[in-house]
């Protein structure tokens, strides 16, 4: 096989499809067949665990599409069945220096492509190989004929293509089969009212909170209660308007039409407190990237409202990064968009958009006037994550653009803030954060403050000092079950820093259409995305859905309009679940509710079906419990001391507990977290007496 030369622009170009469906990942299969004669053979890093780094560019490994290896070594990947092509990029690292390597791939033992001996100055080249009727793929990179020194081999955009419902024997879909369908009832013709039943707002400020209300058209709503100062739009389902006076106002909202009617309570909580639930919307991140635009957001907006969306809760439309221009960056990438080539700011330091946001202040209009809200996005550094301007030097000044064009969101992330930092531990991550956090906490405006320090210095410790409503707790979450699996690790410690308005963030949803996949949907099986949307509202987490809605499934639908979940997440005492047992390879996480019941997830981190038994006497919850399945809506009965589930597969099985006339928690315990405490401080080795 004659390797091909690629330009740089092609390596670094978007990973392309691997399946038909989607993309295959190194860790879907068993990679311990493996071995080196310097360092080890690795996903994501070169041989010695260093960043891959090609022609000057640091070579991102988080894909799991990469692969660092040494001469002599190899790896041996049993492909299962179904397997159609292999297509790979490999050069020389550039810490190589001068070493010369040699690449090779092979087939059931016998040679299918072959690079010769090559260097670092031969540039990136690349294999592609019908795989079809073999059962073992072995990649090597060997000595070139002049020592082992320097011979530093990475691979990277590793695509293995497999037939349609064939998948690598490492998926949890070729060991667990049995992967959940659709669960989520469809809501029903009579109307329901959803949302939160509390809602944060200052004094004075602007409100704006659309009624999520599902049922058959037509239909009648009402508002009474209103406290001076509000108005709500029946037509619109739109509560506008300020109050200046503080306190908690309860309003009543009704809806009636042919089938049925509904009442419920929102208590509106005038004061300094906002976000008093997490935030739920969209982000543009992993739907488009730096392909966002004006338009792209107003159609987030629409298909928001026409999917349903909104009726459930949905009510906010954030732009991420790559709204401004880029022109500026001194380590800006050789070809720039010239959509984004422009000034950092106007004449009176204002920030710029670019030119795909021609109007900030009509976009917010336009999201504002279907009830909704709209987010935007910055950072502490010189510049943003990809390259475009940020806030830092300006943070007092574009705090008063966001909220005059009308933004109710702000995600600040720290990207190229390490550029400018100083002081150590929190000290290193307090202070940018605290001048914007109390910039946008003088506005005339209500602006949620989204933290975005990736977990560096515990930022529940000190997030709500610095106004901060929610904070990420670990890097970038992608629509892989290794990513899913490793932010959930994150949380176990973090539930104390748990309360309103003030939550964790283990990131975005990765459900349905998301870029990473060429927008063919998730590469988490359906199992997979049961424990996401499960664990993320049990742990009280934002909610922020990652993919383009205007090509959103029936199945991704489902997972996202379950009432009986979202209440779990905007549950009012926002208290989140903390890890309260844990076995092999399952784990229990769960987190009281307001109205007394317990909220639990049984977590099988197995590809293989398990029976998860919940001790409930264990866990101090004594006499009997009325045990609901949340995703099915569906009562399965009652238990006293045990519970227990055949759970598939990486699956998340989400029930909850109401305690019965004699139910109770033990005497002496706060609540079921009791027992994450425990768990956590076992984990790092507590001495055992404290353990009692």
């Known amino acids: 096989m004659k390797a091909k030369t690629l330009t740089l622009a092609a390596f670094a170009a978007a990973i392309s499809m691997a399946h038909a469906d989607e993309k295959i990942i190194l860790t879907q299969f068993d990679l311990s067949d493996a071995a080196s004669d310097r360092g080890q053979v690795r996903v994501g890093a070169k041989f010695d665990g260093n960043s891959m780094v090609v022609n000057g560019k640091w070579l991102w490994g988080g894909h799991k599409t990469s692969l660092g290896m040494h001469a002599n070594s190899r790896l041996t990947l049993d492909l299962g069945e179904g397997a159609l092509r292999f297509d790979a990029d490999y050069v020389v690292d550039d810490k190589g220096g001068d070493g010369l390597a040699h690449f090779q791939m092979l087939l059931d033992g016998k040679i299918a492509a072959d690079s010769g001996p090559v260097r670092r100055s031969d540039g990136v080249k690349h294999f592609s190989v019908d795989l079809r009727g073999a059962k073992k793929l072995t990649l090597k990179v060997l000595d070139g004929g002049d020592g082992i020194e320097g011979d530093h081999g990475d691979w990277f955009n590793i695509d293995i293509a497999y037939e349609d419902g064939k998948f690598p024997p490492g998926d949890v879909r070729s060991i667990s089969p049995r992967q959940l369908g659709i669960l989520t009832p469809k809501s029903g013709p009579e109307p329901r009212i959803n949302g939160p039943s509390v809602f944060g707002?200052?004094?004075?400020?602007?409100?704006?909170?659309?009624?999520?209300?599902?049922?058959?058209?037509?239909?009648?709503?009402?508002?009474?209660?209103?406290?001076?100062?509000?108005?709500?739009?029946?037509?619109?389902?739109?509560?506008?308007?300020?109050?200046?006076?503080?306190?908690?106002?309860?309003?009543?909202?009704?809806?009636?039409?042919?089938?049925?009617?509904?009442?419920?309570?929102?208590?509106?909580?005038?004061?300094?407190?906002?976000?008093?639930?997490?935030?739920?919307?969209?982000?543009?991140?992993?739907?488009?990237?730096?392909?966002?635009?004006?338009?792209?957001?107003?159609?987030?907006?629409?298909?928001?409202?026409?999917?349903?969306?909104?009726?459930?809760?949905?009510?906010?439309?954030?732009?991420?990064?790559?709204?401004?221009?880029?022109?500026?960056?001194?380590?800006?990438?050789?070809?720039?968009?010239?959509?984004?080539?422009?000034?950092?700011?106007?004449?009176?330091?204002?920030?710029?958009?670019?030119?795909?946001?021609?109007?900030?202040?009509?976009?917010?209009?336009?999201?504002?006037?279907?009830?909704?809200?709209?987010?935007?996005?910055?950072?502490?550094?010189?510049?943003?994550?990809a390259g475009h301007t940020g806030s830092f030097g300006h943070e007092a000044q574009d705090a008063k653009t966001f909220a005059d064009w009308g933004f109710d969101y702000l995600k600040y992330d720290w990207c190229t803030y390490w550029q400018k930092q100083f002081g150590q531990g929190v000290w290193k991550t307090m202070p940018p954060y605290w001048l914007m956090g109390r910039a946008l906490a003088h506005q005339k405006r209500d602006i949620v403050f989204s933290l975005c320090e990736y977990g560096l210095e515990t930022p529940g410790l000190w997030g709500n000092l610095v106004h901060g409503?929610?904070?990420?707790?670990?890097?970038?979450?992608?629509?892989?079950?290794?990513?899913?699996?490793?932010?959930?690790?994150?949380?176990?410690?973090?539930?104390?820093?748990?309360?309103?308005?003030?939550?964790?963030?283990?990131?975005?949803?990765?459900?349905?259409?998301?870029?990473?996949?060429?927008?063919?949907?998730?590469?988490?099986?359906?199992?997979?995305?049961?424990?996401?949307?499960?664990?993320?509202?049990?742990?009280?987490?934002?909610?922020?859905?990652?993919?383009?809605?205007?090509?959103?499934?029936?199945?991704?639908?489902?997972?996202?309009?379950n009432d009986e979940v979202l209440e779990i997440d905007q549950d009012p005492l926002g208290l989140g679940a903390g890890c309260v047992a844990a076995g092999d390879n399952w784990e229990i996480w769960a987190r009281p509710l307001c109205d007394g019941s317990i909220a639990a997830g049984l977590y099988n981190m197995s590809p293989r079906e398990q029976t998860i038994v919940m001790d409930m006497e264990a866990l101090g919850m004594e006499c009997k419990w009325r045990v609901r399945d949340v995703w099915r809506q569906a009562d399965i009965g009652v238990f006293l001391g045990k519970y227990e589930r055949a759970v598939p597969g990486h699956a998340t099985h989400l029930v909850k507990f109401t305690p019965l006339k004699c139910g109770h928690m033990r005497e002496g315990m706060d609540d079921i977290r009791d027992n994450a405490w425990r768990y956590v401080m076992k984990r790092d080795g507590a001495p055992a007496e404290m353990l009692k």
């Open 201 to 385: 707002a200052r004094p004075g400020n602007p409100v704006i909170y659309r009624l999520p209300v599902t049922g058959e058209r037509p239909m009648e709503l009402s508002a009474r209660c209103l406290p001076e100062g509000l108005k709500f739009d029946s037509a619109t389902q739109v509560l506008s308007g300020s109050v200046d006076k503080r306190g908690d106002y309860e309003i009543v909202f009704s809806a009636k039409n042919a089938k049925g009617s509904a009442e419920r309570s929102l208590t509106l909580k005038v004061g300094d407190k906002i976000c008093l639930t997490p935030a739920m919307g969209w982000n543009s991140w992993n739907a488009f990237g730096e392909g966002v635009s004006a338009e792209k957001v107003k159609a987030a907006a629409d298909a928001l409202v026409t999917s349903g969306l909104a009726d459930h809760g949905w009510n906010y439309i954030n732009i991420d990064d790559c709204w401004q221009n880029n022109q500026d960056n001194p380590k800006k990438r050789a070809s720039i968009d010239a959509d984004f080539v422009g000034p950092a700011r106007l004449t009176d330091g204002t920030i710029a958009a670019n030119k795909r946001f021609p109007d900030m202040k009509a976009l917010s209009e336009y999201v504002h006037g279907k009830g909704l809200k709209i987010g935007i996005y910055s950072s502490p550094g010189p510049y943003t994550c």
């Open 469 to 561: 409503h929610s904070w990420r707790i670990s890097g970038d979450v992608l629509d892989i079950w290794e990513s899913v699996a490793e932010a959930i690790e994150c949380m176990k410690p973090l539930f104390p820093y748990s309360r309103p308005g003030s939550f964790n963030d283990p990131d975005m949803l990765c459900v349905g259409p998301v870029r990473f996949n060429d927008f063919k949907g998730t590469r988490l099986a359906p199992n997979e995305q049961y424990t996401h949307i499960s664990l993320w509202a049990l742990v009280a987490s934002p909610l922020m859905i990652g993919c383009d809605l205007t090509k959103i499934d029936e199945f991704t639908l489902s997972l996202l309009t």
